[in-house]
């Protein structure tokens, strides 16, 4: 089984910063694209960033200058830096990973649990 753990949530004040962090556990032969995700109180999950095995990245409109997304293959980490958070940036942040299993033999997308992030006006 494959486990994906977020960490770096919090409380912070508009114009500051936090660093997220995901690391993947478990019987991973590979891992391929990755992505962060949030969901606000009574929206819908939307896209943040995602990541290729390569670095080739994405963002949404919403956050492109301000969040960086980036991985370290080796560890089965993920970070996502974020820079001048607003409050709208207030969410539910997850994980998202495409993991390929060493045995069985199989490839799913896998969520962490998510982390609160509270941007204060």
């Known amino acids: 089984q494959v486990q994906l753990l977020e960490s770096g949530g919090g409380l912070v004040q508009a114009g500051g910063s936090l660093r997220l962090s995901c690391a993947a556990s478990?019987?991973?032969?590979?891992?391929?694209?990755m992505g962060w995700y949030r969901q606000a109180p009574g929206k819908q999950r939307e896209l943040v960033a995602t990541?290729?095995?390569?670095?080739?990245?994405n963002y949404a409109d919403s956050v492109k200058g301000r969040f960086t997304i980036s991985r370290v293959n080796t560890e089965n980490t993920m970070y996502l830096q974020m820079n001048s958070l607003k409050s709208e940036d207030t969410a539910v942040y997850y994980c998202?990973?495409?993991?390929?299993?060493?045995?069985?033999?199989?490839?799913?997308?896998?969520w962490g649990q998510g982390t609160q992030v509270t941007v204060s006006s």
């Open positions: 998202n990973a495409d993991v390929t299993t060493t045995w069985p033999p199989r490839r799913n997308d896998y």
């Open positions: 478990g019987s991973i032969f590979s891992i391929g694209i």
């Open positions: 990541i290729t095995r390569g670095g080739s990245t």
